[in-house]
């Protein structure tokens, strides 16, 4: 039997109804997550270990996921290079530039789209 | 109300011509100049009809409506593709899209007032969420959705966990509408729509996610009223879910 290789998914969000699903759907992605409930755990979380994907609210306590992204871009090593998905409630409210802007690869809005969401975890753990 | 137009061109000359015919048949018209700009306008308002160029630059006509269909999956107005070229495929490439019509430039006034009033005449509805009284209080189609992404999993956790995590929620919007706690008040009405839209509680994520839009244009009038209709919503959700998905 072939090990299964799973991916390592930094989640940063606060709402653990948000956390969980995110949690439920992506397991089925060979998705091992890490949750963070703050944008300071968040970083401490991504200091410790070595993750795939990391998807970031933007909206969260201490630390917003704007800021958290930059903070990540920040670091010159391969660290620094991993792609993160963004999650907005309030995309709509925010000119789309700044999700790009901060860092982030791509980003989702609330209501999550959950075929969107697999595809672009699938397309970000890709190879 | 008069009907909202949106143009998209990176010709300034395009756009001016556009508003200059169109202005005669009493329509709004916003004008952009790029995508990423026609994105953002989308949010903000809603629109009735779209006119799109398809060669700009950074993003195409392409792109742009492919994130449209990404960012905004209830935009339910038409898009039209405006071009001088198209390719050995021929109209098709733009319907296949996506588009709804395809206008090839250069168009006569006459002409792009009967196109354009020939869509507006068509009865639109265009709104977020479309609620109707009698819907259950979750959407089906949405729990089915994260039904098949989670398979086996049990996914009916999640909705208690969301009525324990919402009783937080509104004790704490209680509390903070006595002290007008408004930056506060937004960010915890701000979950429960992310959260309740997720989960396909349609309509109080539409009346949560009003609520807070007007808050942030300084509409605080009948707060305290908008949040009880809020708990209303929510507790028939409390009364009627565990029924609805055999909990």
């Not at chain 2, 903070?176 to 979950?191: A, D, G, M, Q, R």
Request: charged fraction near 30%; proline fraction near 3%; hydrophobic fraction near 40%.
């Amino acid at each position: 039997m072939t090990e299964v290789e799973y991916k390592k998914v930094l989640v940063a969000e606060d709402s653990s109804v948000i956390q969980n699903l995110l949690k439920k759907i992506l397991l089925f992605e060979n998705c091992k997550i890490t949750s963070a409930k703050d944008g300071q755990l968040a970083l401490d979380k991504f200091d410790d270990e070595d993750f795939d994907l990391v998807i970031m609210d933007v909206n969260l306590p201490s630390v917003d996921g704007l800021e958290a992204t930059k903070k990540i871009r920040s670091y010159k090593n391969k660290k620094g290079q991993i792609p993160i998905i963004g999650i907005s409630g309030n995309a709509k409210n925010y000119p789309t530039d700044i999700f790009f802007e901060a860092g982030m690869n791509d980003y989702l809005q609330k209501p999550l789209d959950y075929d969107q969401l697999i595809e672009l975890v699938k397309k970000y753990t890709a190879g | 109300m008069s009907k909202k137009i949106l143009i998209v061109d990176d010709n300034g000359i395009n756009r001016k011509y556009a508003k200059s015919v169109l202005s005669k048949i009493g329509v709004d018209i916003f004008d952009v100049d790029s995508g990423r700009a026609a994105l953002n306008l989308m949010g903000k308002h809603s629109f009735d009809l779209v006119l799109m160029d398809i060669q700009m630059p950074e993003m195409d006509g392409f792109q742009t409506l492919e994130r449209v269909k990404i960012d905004y999956p209830n935009f339910k107005a038409p898009i039209l593709a405006i071009t001088a070229f198209y390719g050995d495929d021929g109209k098709s490439t733009f319907l296949d899209a996506g588009f709804d019509q395809f206008i090839q430039k250069p168009i006569k006034p006459d002409q792009l007032i009967k196109i354009v009033e020939g869509w507006l005449s068509q009865e639109q509805v265009i709104e977020e969420w479309t609620i109707s009284k009698n819907q259950e209080i979750i959407d089906k189609s949405v729990y089915n959705e994260i039904k098949k992404y989670a398979r086996g999993e049990d996914i009916n956790d999640l909705y208690s966990e969301f009525e324990e995590e919402s009783t937080v929620f509104f004790e704490r919007l209680n509390f903070l509408i006595t002290s007008k706690n408004y930056p506060e008040i937004l960010s915890t009405l701000h979950v429960i729509k992310g959260n309740s839209g997720s989960l396909g509680i349609n309509e109080l994520a539409s009346k949560a996610e009003k609520l807070e839009a007007d808050i942030r244009s300084n509409v605080t009038l009948d707060l305290r009223e908008r949040i009880e209709e809020l708990e209303r919503i929510f507790g028939r959700y409390k009364q009627e879910y565990k029924q609805l998905l055999n909990i």
